[in-house]
């Protein structure tokens, strides 16, 4: 019986590592691997518990809204700047970091949930007219370049307009 419980928990800590690296991630797309694995991921936070063990070290995203209102006033929510995306505690916050990143690479996921926080929007903001969405991918630089001045990067992975007039 101990024989198997240490195959288990070996397979079981193999499966994290190779997660945390990334190791499965090319032969695993379009998969039926991508749910179970995404899911284990999910389990053991190992998106955002371990990433500095990933090669996306240093890589993170912003999510920005402007909301434009009647006479010419603006809004802007920034997940940099303190806009929680009406998450109530900690566990929401770590998921909706999952949240992002899953959603740049399904793009029908994507529009839906984009679709969903510009009707949002419009709906606390009563005399908004247009709201802008752009994810952004953001890249800091290693911790001598940063000594040396070096600027953050910043990309943006997807941006959209949504006006009603």
């Not at 929510?77 to 009406?86: N, V, W």
């Not at 969903?116 to 908004?128: D, E, F, G």
Request: proline share 2%; glycine share 4%.
């Amino acid at each position: 019986m101990r024989k198997l419980i240490y195959a288990l928990a070996f397979i079981h800590l193999l499966t994290i590592v190779v997660v945390i690296f990334h190791g499965l991630d090319t032969a695993a797309r379009g998969t039926w691997m991508e749910k179970p694995l995404a899911f284990i991921c999910s389990v053991n936070y190992s998106i955002w518990q371990y990433g500095f063990f990933s090669p996306d070290v240093g890589k993170s995203s912003e999510v920005q809204i402007t909301v434009f209102e009647d006479g010419g006033k603006q809004k802007a929510y920034s997940t940099l700047k303190g806009f929680t995306f009406f998450t109530s505690n900690a566990e929401s916050d770590n998921r909706f970091y999952a949240f992002k990143h899953h959603t740049n690479t399904d793009t029908t996921f994507r529009d839906l949930c984009i679709r969903s926080v510009a009707t949002r929007m419009l709906n606390i903001h009563q005399t908004a007219w247009r709201v802008d969405y752009a994810t952004r991918s953001i890249r800091y630089p290693n911790l001598k370049d940063f000594k040396a001045g070096q600027k953050i990067d910043t990309a943006n992975i997807f941006s959209t307009t949504f006006a009603l007039k």
